[in-house]
């Protein structure tokens, strides 16, 4: 017999779920709008201006909602410089960067990587307990998500050495946020998924408009050149996929924990490929349908409640 307690939690669960999955799409769609803007933008300077704006945001809606950020002491102010550093100013660098050299779908294809990367690394530092039904779903998603993108680009294994310059980079995002996932754990559960997120978006923006400015690439004028599609593209990346996105995941981590959040990263590249169809009028075909199939399959193996055990009366 199920208890009040326990329909809460299901309900809860599932606005995490829902949350988490529109977290993915609007990050499916960062990658085709980060490559459309590096074609113009140097790749720092769209770092800053992305967070630059983030951070104006989330002033806005602390100003207006009225909510408190708590303050955090000397300890947690390190770790959120951690994260800043990681989870915005170094992860931005190798993404703008690395989709400087290779197109989107390649870099969705190695960002498919997180969930093992978050399951390997929650087994080996916070000791967290991988069930063989948490393996098999990482690795249905990823195998789902690969067939996605494959599917759509099958010569993208063909590259120059400036094509695996860009590899790396974009492998140096997967490392990077899986230290901004795993290690924000104690700050969000003392803080807030709100203030956490806040501080290190502010104070990894600080640290990008710095190196920006030590490179003497600081120009506010040049968002005058822009035209409305790279506004758009720059609202989109700062508002959606960096203010509320962020923020929405962390409360994903605080409630589920970095390993069950992280295997929804394999719905990027399945919402990549459907605004693709929807937007650009690229063929959607049946192996991109299984593949996406198999990327939910993944998801509910590694998010199924766990079986209940009968209560002797």
Same mark, same amino acid.
């Given at each position: 017999? #199920?208890?009040?307690?326990?329909? =809460?939690?299901?309900?809860?669960?599932?606005?995490?779920?829902?949350?988490?999955?529109?977290?993915?799409?609007?990050?499916?769609?960062?990658?085709?709008?980060? *490559?459309?803007?590096?074609?113009?933008?140097?790749? $720092?300077?769209?770092?800053?201006? *992305?967070? $630059?704006?983030?951070?104006?945001?989330?002033? @806005?809606?602390?100003?207006?909602?009225?909510?408190?950020?708590?303050?955090?002491?000397?300890?947690?102010?390190?770790?959120?410089?951690?994260?800043?550093? =990681?989870?915005? =100013?170094?992860?931005?660098?190798?993404?703008?960067?690395?989709? #400087?050299?290779?197109?989107?779908?390649?870099?969705?294809?190695?960002?498919?990587?997180?969930?093992?990367?978050? %399951?390997?690394?929650?087994?080996?530092?916070?000791?967290?307990?991988?069930?063989?039904?948490? @393996?098999?779903?990482?690795?249905?998603?990823? %195998?789902?998500?690969?067939?996605?993108?494959?599917?759509?680009?099958?010569?993208?294994?063909?590259?120059?050495?400036?094509?695996?310059?860009?590899?790396?980079?974009? =492998?140096?995002?997967?490392?990077?946020?899986? @230290?901004?996932?795993?290690?924000?754990?104690?700050?969000?559960?003392?803080?807030?998924?709100?203030?956490?997120?806040?501080?290190?978006?502010?104070? %990894?923006?600080?640290?990008?408009?710095?190196?920006?400015?030590?490179? +003497?690439?600081?120009?506010?004028?040049?968002?005058?050149?822009?035209?409305?599609?790279?506004?758009?593209?720059?609202?989109?990346? +700062?508002?959606?996929?960096?203010?509320?996105?962020?923020?929405?995941?962390?409360?994903?981590?605080?409630?589920?924990?970095?390993?069950?959040?992280?295997?929804?990263?394999?719905?990027?590249?399945?919402?990549?490929?459907?605004? %693709?169809?929807?937007?650009?009028?690229?063929?959607?075909? $049946?192996?991109?349908?299984?593949?996406?199939?198999?990327?939910?399959?993944?998801?509910?193996?590694?998010? *199924?409640?766990?079986?209940?055990?009968?209560?002797?009366?």
């Amino acid at each position: 017999m #199920h208890t009040q307690a326990s329909t =809460f939690a299901v309900g809860s669960d599932l606005r995490v779920y829902l949350k988490l999955a529109g977290v993915s799409m609007i990050w499916g769609g960062t990658f085709v709008a980060g *490559r459309f803007l590096s074609t113009d933008i140097a790749p $720092l300077l769209l770092a800053s201006l *992305r967070f $630059l704006l983030a951070s104006v945001i989330l002033l @806005v809606f602390i100003g207006v909602t009225r909510i408190p950020l708590v303050l955090p002491d000397r300890k947690q102010f390190a770790q959120l410089l951690l994260l800043g550093f =990681f989870g915005i =100013f170094f992860y931005n660098l190798c993404f703008f960067y690395g989709l #400087h050299y290779i197109n989107a779908s390649r870099a969705s294809l190695i960002v498919v990587l997180n969930p093992a990367v978050f %399951g390997l690394a929650s087994w080996l530092f916070f000791k967290e307990r991988l069930s063989p039904a948490k @393996v098999l779903g990482i690795l249905v998603c990823m %195998g789902g998500a690969g067939l996605v993108i494959i599917s759509g680009n099958r010569s993208m294994f063909e590259g120059t050495a400036q094509t695996w310059v860009g590899d790396l980079l974009i =492998f140096g995002c997967v490392l990077s946020w899986a @230290v901004y996932s795993l290690f924000s754990r104690n700050l969000t559960r003392a803080l807030g998924p709100l203030t956490t997120v806040t501080y290190s978006i502010w104070l %990894g923006t600080a640290m990008l408009w710095l190196a920006t400015w030590m490179r +003497g690439e600081a120009s506010l004028a040049l968002i005058e050149t822009l035209n409305p599609h790279q506004l758009l593209s720059l609202v989109y990346l +700062g508002g959606l996929g960096s203010a509320l996105a962020y923020i929405w995941y962390y409360d994903g981590i605080q409630r589920i924990g970095a390993t069950r959040a992280g295997v929804f990263i394999g719905l990027n590249p399945l919402t990549a490929v459907i605004l %693709g169809a929807l937007l650009l009028g690229e063929q959607l075909t $049946l192996i991109m349908c299984l593949g996406g199939g198999l990327i939910l399959v993944g998801i509910y193996l590694c998010n *199924r409640p766990a079986p209940r055990l009968p209560v002797r009366k």
